[in-house]
């Protein structure tokens, strides 16, 4: 469903492989690894230098690997006076989708009360919560989400689990900083700079009890003295 081929960009991302049929997989590494890197590609916002990747069988930049996709970039930018209602209902248009969409994607989001409100004065987690409604609404198969909880709080994070439980089908591609989400996730790539340094499951990536936890946290974020 999603195939990456010695993917690269420059240094930012270095002959990178594996191949997603289904599931969660997670993009784990430490600032700078090549995350976005490689979700941006696969969104076809950037060129490669080299190497493939597939969407269900289309590269990046073909027209028809667009609506098989949502990408959520680590800053979304929104014009900040439109309202979030208005926000939501041109990201419905946009994918051609029916009204029941949008209601679903605010109800997943907990944001009915936020669609008044002027995007310019929405608080960042409320901001996130916008955005990760306009973006997976419809629930195309290939998900690509750059940090989707970052700013969320726990409330926010249970929701966004929630709807990513619901989907039964296709690939949710997310980079992710809090290793204890790793745990709810199917697969795990272990990114730094700009490499593909492992891949598995949580569980033969951090031992069955978690117990090599040190041992990857260790390998991610040791910095170089
Ligand atoms: N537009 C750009 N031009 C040149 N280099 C860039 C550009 N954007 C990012 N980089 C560099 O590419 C490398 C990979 O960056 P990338 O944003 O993909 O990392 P990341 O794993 O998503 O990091 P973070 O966890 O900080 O978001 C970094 O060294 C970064 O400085």
Redesign the pocket.
């Known amino acids: 469903m999603v195939a990456v081929e010695e993917l690269s960009?420059?240094?930012?991302?270095k002959g990178v492989t594996f191949r997603a049929e289904g599931g969660r997989v997670g993009?784990l590494?430490?600032?700078?690894?090549?995350?976005?890197?490689?979700?941006?590609l696969l969104a076809g916002r950037l060129r490669p230098t080299g190497g493939r990747a597939f969407l269900l069988g289309y590269p990046p930049r073909d027209p028809r690997a667009a609506p098989l996709r949502a990408y959520l970039p680590?800053n979304p930018r929104f014009f900040p006076h439109l309202r979030a209602g208005e926000v939501l209902e041109g990201a419905r248009r946009l994918k051609g989708l029916p009204r029941a969409a949008l209601e679903e994607a605010v109800e997943r989001m907990g944001i009915g009360g936020l669609l008044a409100r002027r995007v310019g004065t929405l608080s960042g987690g409320e901001r996130q919560r916008l955005a990760l409604a306009a973006t997976l609404m419809g629930d195309p198969p290939v998900w690509l989400l750059?940090?989707p909880t970052a700013a969320l709080d726990p409330k926010g994070r249970e929701r966004f689990w929630a709807w990513v439980g619901a989907k039964h089908q296709g690939v949710v591609l997310m980079?992710l900083?809090h290793v204890e989400q790793a745990v709810r996730l199917d697969h795990i790539l272990l990114?730094k700079g700009?490499s593909l340094l492992e891949e598995g499951s949580p569980s033969s990536l951090l031992g069955p009890r978690g117990e090599r936890l040190p041992w990857l946290m260790e390998v991610l974020y040791a910095e170089s003295a």
Do not use: F, I, V
Not at 9 to 13: A, Q
């Open positions: 960009k420059g240094d930012r991302l993009l590494g430490p600032n700078g690894a090549g995350k976005s890197t490689l979700l941006a680590q750059d940090e980079a900083h990114l700009g």
